[in-house]
């Protein structure tokens, strides 16, 4: 595609979160004389992801970890030299609790997420009465739904364990996760897992505890969620992009650079203006949309409304993390766990914390801890309305009921995050298809981001390489065209 071959292509990324870092690093890597040029709209790279040291605390202003069951995130830490950097979670910890009638309650071992692999833990439990135990162990003689339709996490987890086991314990730990309502979200685009556990087994419990005969035992041992198998890197979620950003080319990152409008040229290429007065328009033989799904709806609309309009209509909530330090003296509750989860039906004002400090080390000087507090989401966006102090002092609040902590904190520090969780409702797989589909109609066109496939940062990654590959089988393939001619 160069020398010899013709003239050198260029390809822009629109969007520096990691989902465009990944793609602009992948296309360097796989086509090293490849003018990639990425460009992001704010004064710095990784999006929602960052990083900040202050007085020997570390502070995630959004994801702190990422699960490595699937190994695309861990993959590229390898590749960029982060691999012996990358940190486990504190053995002895992990587990997590959720409030019952204000207390927090350790979440049965062994069960994750929706189901339990262990039946002693859950018959012990007083998150659940009596008769929410055994609608749960009912589930063995739930049939199996006999179509593959779609049907939310709410509609699943309800059919097949009971409306306690849901409000309880699924419900909470859907909201931690991914800050939304089980009642829209889409069970074959969130968890498409435990939909597979039902057709193939009859049973989730069966199913899951014929899987938990193989695991290891620290992960039998944990609760809530799989924590053996999330990673972080010693010096922050930043150090990832940071990574990331020294290994593109000089000259490839365009910070500040807002794109106006885009279009296609007559010759099949891509025509970029960016919202500086004066700027010129610049050519581009392909375009990559990594953008949230309201920014590059925006970005298409003026090419093809019926592409942008599913994109519009993807929903993202918000939330606020409030980040709290006390002294480890402070805090009455022994800290045991990595954090905790709040049910709707207890009508707290928070949906979770997480024990920062407790997870991984170097996050807190020696005898104090670090609390991450979220707030909003999808089921209380009305208190992203509060005022910064009032969204503190909420969160400090939630902390000392719930934990026993003696006196304010030390120090606190609130990062926002407007629109920037994508709700998959149900149906969403279907409307991806579409949108895709269409996309693909456009010569030179690529949508990646955390809109389609997945929302961690391992999804992340491996959607922005996948669309790495799709843009030079693209190029290649027009440089073939272009030989025959």
């Given at each position: 595609?160069?020398?010899?071959?013709?003239?050198?292509?260029?390809v822009?990324v629109?969007g520096?979160?990691?989902?465009?870092?990944?793609?602009?690093?992948?296309?360097?890597?796989?086509?090293?004389?490849?003018?990639?040029?990425?460009?992001?709209r704010a004064?710095?790279?990784?999006?929602?992801?960052?990083?900040?040291?202050?007085?020997?605390?570390?502070?995630?202003?959004?994801?702190?970890?990422?699960?490595?069951?699937?190994?695309?995130g861990?993959?590229?830490?390898?590749?960029i030299?982060?691999?012996?950097?990358?940190?486990?979670?504190?053995?002895?910890?992990?587990?997590?609790?959720?409030?019952?009638?204000?207390?927090?309650?350790?979440?049965?071992?062994?069960?994750?997420?929706?189901?339990p692999?262990?039946?002693?833990?859950?018959?012990?439990?007083p998150?659940?009465?009596?008769?929410?135990k055994?609608?749960?162990?009912?589930?063995?003689?739930?049939?199996?739904?006999?179509?593959?339709?779609?049907?939310?996490?709410?509609e699943?987890?309800?059919?097949?364990?009971g409306?306690?086991?849901?409000?309880?314990?699924?419900?909470?730990?859907?909201?931690?996760?991914?800050?939304g309502?089980?009642?829209?979200?889409?069970?074959?685009?969130?968890?498409p897992?435990?939909?597979?556990m039902e057709?193939?087994?009859?049973?989730?419990?069966?199913?899951?505890?014929?899987?938990?005969?193989?695991?290891?035992?620290?992960?039998?041992?944990?609760?809530?969620?799989?924590?053996?198998?999330?990673?972080?890197?010693?010096d922050?979620?930043?150090?990832?992009?940071?990574?990331?950003?020294?290994r593109?080319?000089?000259?490839?990152?365009?910070?500040?650079?807002r794109?106006?409008?885009l279009?296609?040229?007559?010759?099949?290429?891509?025509?970029?203006q960016?919202?500086?007065?004066?700027e010129?328009?610049?050519?581009?033989?392909?375009?990559?949309?990594?953008?949230?799904?309201?920014?590059?709806?925006?970005?298409?609309?003026?090419?093809?409304?019926?592409?942008a309009?599913?994109l519009?209509?993807?929903?993202?909530?918000?939330?606020?993390?409030?980040?709290?330090?006390?002294r480890?003296?402070?805090?009455?509750?022994?800290?045991?766990g990595?954090?905790?989860?709040?049910?709707?039906?207890?009508?707290?004002?928070?949906?979770?914390?997480?024990?920062?400090?407790?997870?991984?080390?170097?996050?807190?000087?020696e005898?104090?801890?670090l609390?991450?507090?979220f707030?909003g989401?999808?089921?209380?966006?009305?208190?992203l309305g509060?005022s910064?102090?009032?969204?503190?002092?909420?969160?400090a609040?939630?902390?000392?009921?719930l934990?026993?902590i003696?006196?304010p904190?030390?120090l606190?520090?609130?990062?926002?995050m407007?629109?920037?969780m994508p709700?998959?409702?149900v149906?969403?797989?279907?409307?991806?298809?579409?949108?895709?589909?269409?996309a693909?109609?456009?010569?030179?066109?690529?949508?990646?981001?955390?809109?389609?496939?997945?929302?961690?940062?391992?999804f992340?990654?491996?959607?922005?390489?996948?669309?790495?590959?799709?843009?030079?089988?693209?190029?290649?393939?027009q440089?073939?065209?272009a030989?025959?001619?």
């Amino acid at each position: 595609m160069r020398g010899n071959e013709g003239p050198v292509r260029r390809v822009a990324v629109i969007g520096g979160g990691i989902s465009g870092l990944a793609t602009a690093h992948r296309l360097t890597e796989l086509d090293p004389g490849l003018s990639v040029t990425l460009l992001e709209r704010a004064d710095r790279l990784g999006g929602v992801l960052d990083t900040h040291r202050e007085d020997g605390y570390l502070f995630e202003w959004g994801a702190d970890n990422f699960i490595t069951n699937v190994p695309w995130g861990v993959d590229l830490c390898r590749r960029i030299g982060l691999g012996d950097q990358l940190l486990e979670t504190d053995q002895q910890h992990r587990g997590a609790f959720v409030v019952r009638n204000g207390k927090l309650r350790r979440i049965p071992q062994g069960f994750i997420v929706m189901a339990p692999s262990r039946v002693w833990p859950v018959v012990a439990t007083p998150i659940l009465s009596p008769w929410g135990k055994l609608r749960m162990a009912l589930e063995f003689f739930v049939r199996a739904r006999p179509d593959d339709a779609d049907e939310s996490l709410a509609e699943f987890v309800i059919r097949r364990f009971g409306q306690e086991t849901y409000d309880r314990l699924v419900q909470p730990l859907i909201g931690g996760i991914y800050t939304g309502d089980p009642r829209r979200l889409s069970l074959q685009a969130t968890m498409p897992r435990f939909r597979d556990m039902e057709k193939n087994h009859g049973s989730l419990i069966r199913a899951i505890m014929r899987q938990a005969t193989a695991s290891s035992r620290a992960e039998r041992h944990s609760s809530g969620g799989r924590y053996s198998m999330f990673v972080a890197p010693r010096d922050g979620i930043a150090s990832l992009v940071q990574a990331l950003a020294r290994r593109l080319p000089a000259g490839t990152v365009r910070l500040g650079a807002r794109v106006a409008h885009l279009a296609q040229a007559a010759d099949g290429g891509w025509i970029v203006q960016l919202a500086e007065h004066g700027e010129p328009a610049e050519t581009y033989d392909a375009v990559v949309v990594a953008t949230p799904a309201g920014e590059a709806a925006r970005l298409l609309r003026p090419l093809d409304d019926q592409l942008a309009e599913p994109l519009s209509a993807v929903h993202h909530s918000g939330c606020c993390i409030v980040t709290l330090a006390y002294r480890r003296a402070q805090v009455r509750h022994p800290l045991d766990g990595f954090g905790f989860v709040v049910p709707a039906i207890e009508r707290r004002r928070v949906i979770s914390g997480s024990f920062a400090s407790v997870k991984y080390p170097g996050r807190a000087p020696e005898g104090h801890t670090l609390i991450r507090v979220f707030i909003g989401g999808a089921l209380q966006e009305e208190l992203l309305g509060l005022s910064d102090q009032q969204l503190v002092e909420l969160a400090a609040r939630e902390l000392q009921e719930l934990l026993g902590i003696d006196g304010p904190p030390l120090l606190h520090r609130l990062a926002r995050m407007p629109a920037s969780m994508p709700q998959y409702y149900v149906g969403h797989r279907q409307r991806v298809a579409a949108v895709q589909a269409r996309a693909a109609a456009v010569g030179g066109l690529f949508l990646t981001g955390n809109a389609y496939h997945g929302v961690g940062i391992p999804f992340c990654v491996h959607s922005g390489e996948q669309t790495a590959q799709r843009v030079l089988d693209y190029l290649r393939q027009q440089c073939a065209h272009a030989c025959d001619k």
